[in-house]
């Protein structure tokens, strides 16, 4: 089992251009979730999908949107990235909802100029 | 590019001292409690948890405490090794919600 798999590993862009971020498990969790980690900073929630069909926001939500297509996988996306969204992005699953275990993915280093 | 680790309160430490890691958290409706590692350019590792019905709970070298009355969690580590280098954080559940709130973090060093 890969667990959760995250692509690009690194990314630049240009203040205004856009991306989407892609997250994929394999352990059949059923809920699913983004972070940013700044420096000196504790993880950030941005969105999280509960279950398959239902997202919901999280702590940062703006500037972001994301779609569950399926149980597996969950993609962020940047519709116009700006420079305070240059971060690291992780994607976590877990088999529940709230207090379960979230298992990490190796995370997205993105850098907007 | 900068690294997490930067800014963060640090704990250096010899190889195979036993190595304590603390985490105050301030809500008291928090319930549930998870440690996290963090190795240089990867993905947050779980090392073990506790719900808040208990005081104590022990793993492979690792042993978690809570004290609900001065809201403490810490980490203890036996016997550190080098490959316990890392970024070590805690999160917490608050009851009624049903996501995990991070903390900052604290990097331990450890040296030979």
């Known amino acids: 089992n890969a667990g959760v798999t995250q692509t690009p590993k690194f990314q630049v862009l240009k203040t205004g251009q856009s991306m989407t971020l892609q997250c994929a498990q394999d352990?059949?969790?059923?809920?699913m979730y983004w972070y940013r980690q700044d420096p000196g900073m504790g993880l950030r929630l941005i969105y999280y999908?509960?279950?398959?069909?239902?997202?919901d926001k999280g702590e940062v939500p703006n500037g972001y949107n994301v779609s569950r297509l399926n149980k597996r996988e969950f993609s962020l996306r940047l519709e116009s990235a700006a420079p305070s969204q240059t971060s690291v992005y992780f994607c976590?699953?877990?088999?529940?909802?709230?207090?379960?275990?979230?298992?990490f993915g190796p995370g997205t280093r993105l850098t907007v100029t | 590019g900068e690294s997490v680790g930067l800014h963060l309160p640090t704990l250096s430490v010899q190889e195979g001292d036993n190595s304590i890691i603390n985490c105050a958290y301030s809500?008291?409706?928090?319930?549930?409690f998870i440690w996290y590692k963090q190795e240089s350019g990867k993905g947050p590792q779980f090392i073990i948890d506790?719900?808040?019905?208990?005081d104590k709970r022990q793993g492979q070298r690792v042993t978690v405490l809570l004290n609900k009355t001065v809201k403490h969690l810490s980490l203890q580590i036996a016997a550190t090794q080098p490959g316990d280098s890392a970024v070590y954080f805690c999160?917490?559940?608050?009851?009624?919600?049903?996501?995990?709130?991070f903390g900052k973090g604290t990097m331990l060093l450890v040296s030979p």
């Open positions: 809500n008291s409706a928090s319930d549930y």
């Open positions: 352990m059949n969790h059923n809920s």
């Open positions: 999160a917490e559940n608050i009851r009624g919600y049903s996501t995990l709130t």
């Open positions: 999908s509960a279950s398959e069909g239902t997202t």
């Open positions: 506790i719900r808040s019905n208990m």
């Open positions: 976590a699953s877990s088999e529940g909802y709230g207090v379960y275990e979230q298992y």
